[in-house]
C-alpha cells in the first residue's frame, strides 16, 4: 500500500498522502470522485512521504520531493516532525484538526522538527498539489473505494 504523505496533503500536505486516510468512503464511485477530485485540488501541498514515528511523537520524513515546498524550505530525509504552527503532531486533537482544514495551497507552515538530536524550525508555504501527485491519490482511493465494493458484494 502507498505511503500517504497528510501532503499533509500538506504534512499530511506531510499531504500527502494523506488527509484522506482512515476515511471510509460509501459513495457510488462518480460520486466519491467528484468528492475526491474537489477535496485535493483545495489541499495544500509539502512535497515529502513519512512514516510515523511513535517513539519520537511524530513522523519521520522518509522522501523530499525535489523542487517542492518542503525542499525550499531545508527540509531533509530524517527529519523528525513534532509540531505543525505550534501544534503537537504527537497525538490526534481538535488544534491539530482544525490546523489541517486550513492547509490551503499559500498557507504558511511552520514545523518543528527534531534533526541530529536537535529541534529546528523550517517555514513552508504550502503549494497546489502536482497534478500527477492528485491523480495518485485520487486512483489510490478509487481502487481501495472498488476493493471495499467488491468485498461488501461478496458477503452478500
Known sequence: MLKRAFVLVGLMALV??????GEQCTADAQTCLNYMAKKVDSKGWLG???????EAGG????????ESPAANAGLQVGD????????????????LKAEYQNMKPGYAVTYKVIRDG?????????AKMPEEVALQMVGGHMLEH?????AAAEEE
Open 16 to 21: 500527502a498522502s494523506s488527509a484522506f486516510a
Open 59 to 66: 513522523y519521520t520524513i522518509t522522501k523530499v520531493i525535489p
Open 80 to 95: 523528525i516532525v513534532v509540531a505543525m504552527n505550534g501544534v503537537s503532531m504527537g497525538e490526534k486533537s481538535e488544534a
Open 48 to 54: 515529502v512521504h513519512y512514516e510515523h514515528n511513535e
Open 146 to 150: 472498488a476493493e471495499t465494493e467488491e
Open 118 to 126: 536537535y529541534k529546528k524550525s523550517f517555514k513552508a508555504k504550502l
